[in-house]
């Protein structure tokens, strides 16, 4: 019996499938091309080389699974709430129809809004889905991803500045990806929890923009400073960045329901949804690299 994986080269998904393998679980990995899964391949995935988009090669790679992992990637088409919950309800539904009985979906803090609020959007369609299909279903709601910086790391090396249009005094669980992979695995590791459950993962404090400014800085060693950008310096700077206009259209409309409250997480902050992995952490190890590769 396998654990199947739908987004291997992913940030969350590698981690995963990384940690898995060390727990010496069989795992079968769904990726459009082989070779950016060989390190997987050698350690003893069964790597189904297509996209999960195909259904007979969803039900190849769910041949004989328990579980299925699942992930939806980023925006990269117009259509991307119908394809979004399209796929994932075509997963749910060879899922069960292959025998696995549990799935650990990647959802987002905000889910419980719905349409309206971006990226995130689709998946409270995408957690319905799931839980009609199977007996056992988790959705993991994580905060935001620390890895987001990244995208600032070139304004943080050559102007000391992060510019977000969201609230600068209110604060935000920030977690990593790496702490979300780990929180699968627990889930897929333990066989032994039935039904449906909507988990937060909420990193191990929430932060406001300039306090998170300010433990950057600590790590990069220089001043930096957050800049509360308005809707439409963020839309200038986003299609100046060269991004499609759909993509720059779903980032807005999450910056709004990010200001209107509509994405703040339904699940209270426990010791469960707690995580270890830091912002000063996260910074040292990788958005330092980042900007220091950008002076």
Known sequence: ?????????????????ARLLDAGEQITVLSRNKKKVDELLRRGARVVEGSFEEPALLAEALE?????????????????????????KQAAMAAKKAGASRAVVVSSMGAHTGPGTGAVGPAREMENDFEAALPAVVSLRPGIFMENFLLSAEMIAKA??????????????????????????????????TGHHRVGVHGPQDLSTDEAAAIIASAVGKPVQCINATLDQARGALTGMGMPDFVVNLIMEQYVAFRDGRLDPAEPRTPDTTTPTTLAEFARTTLVPAVSARL
């Open 1 to 17: 019996m396998s654990i199947v994986i739908n987004t291997p080269t992913s940030n969350i998904g590698r981690a995963l499938a």
């Open 64 to 88: 004989g699974a328990e579980a299925l992992f699942w992930l939806t990637p980023p925006p990269a088409r117009p259509d991307y709430y119908a394809w979004a919950t399209k796929c994932a």
């Open 160 to 193: 000391g500045q992060i510019f977000v249009p969201i609230q600068p005094g209110k604060k935000w669980p920030l977690v990593a990806t790496a702490d979300i992979a780990a929180k699968a695995a627990c889930w897929l590791l333990d066989r032994g929890w």
